[in-house]
């Protein structure tokens, strides 16, 4: 069953509030909320010391399309598309587990 934009948008708020994210108080070029998560850690690093680790997730719906954004310590890592709202949640639930902090 093919879902309509405003099915999407509703499934993707949802599913941003229930694993986390929060609402940035901005919106996208065509008036799309925008929804962040931060995930942090520190380490013990050789000769070194502690060091604090961070990677964010920006995500958004554009034409009906679930936009995901990656920063690993503040640095772009790229911008990924997903078809469904679920599908962009799996897919940052991976993502976030492979850079080795916990969803």
Not at 13 to 19: A, D, G, I
Not at 34 to 53: C, L, P
Not at 83 to 99: F, G, Q, T
Request: net charge positive; aromatic share 14%; proline share 1%.
């Amino acid at each position: 069953m093919a879902q309509t934009t405003a099915t999407k948008q509703a499934a993707f708020e949802e599913l941003m509030r229930e694993n986390g994210f929060q609402y940035l108080g901005a919106t996208t070029y065509d008036g799309n909320f925008m929804y962040e998560r931060t995930w942090r850690r520190i380490s013990q690093v050789a000769f070194y010391g502690e060091m604090e680790s961070s990677y964010k997730v920006v995500a958004y719906i554009s034409h009906g399309t679930s936009i995901i954004q990656l920063f690993n310590n503040g640095r772009a890592l790229g911008t990924r598309d997903y078809s469904s709202p679920k599908r962009a949640m799996n897919a940052v639930k991976e993502i976030v587990r492979c850079a080795g902090y916990e969803m």
